[in-house]
């Protein structure tokens, strides 16, 4: 027994879901990213919190080591702690959007089969 052939419309839902699955996949990895990101500000935050202002301090900057303060250290720290905060919450939002958009093309495709 021969399938129906796919209308257009269909197939343009197909590719659609297809991309939709693809960008989803590619989401999930960024935020996991993000999370890691996150995860290390915080030790590092840990870390630093009970440290005297005296302390010697340093920081990586691709393959060098700068010695810094502690008080540029935790404002580093806070800076890029409140950017990653800022990136996966848009990024969250954008991935609840993209997941609805899925699940309403995968009913609709698989109302159409």
Not at 11 to 33: C, H, K, S
Not at 37 to 44: F, N, S, V, W, Y
Not at 62 to 82: C, D, I, M, P, W
Not at 101 to 113: I, N, R, V, Y
């Amino acid at each position: 027994m021969a399938q129906p052939q796919m209308t257009p419309e269909q197939q343009e839902d197909l590719q659609r879901y297809q991309q939709l699955a693809q960008q989803l996949d590619v989401m999930g990895r960024q935020i996991q990213q993000l999370e890691l990101e996150k995860r290390d500000l915080e030790i590092a935050k840990k870390e630093t919190k009970d440290m005297d202002d005296s302390a010697v301090i340093y920081r990586s900057a691709g393959r060098l080591l700068f010695q810094t303060s502690l008080e540029e250290v935790n404002k580093y720290v806070a800076e890029e702690h409140e950017k990653v905060e800022v990136r996966l919450s848009s990024l969250t939002n954008r991935q609840n959007k993209l997941v609805a958009s899925f699940k309403e093309l995968q009913a609709k495709l698989s109302g159409s089969q």
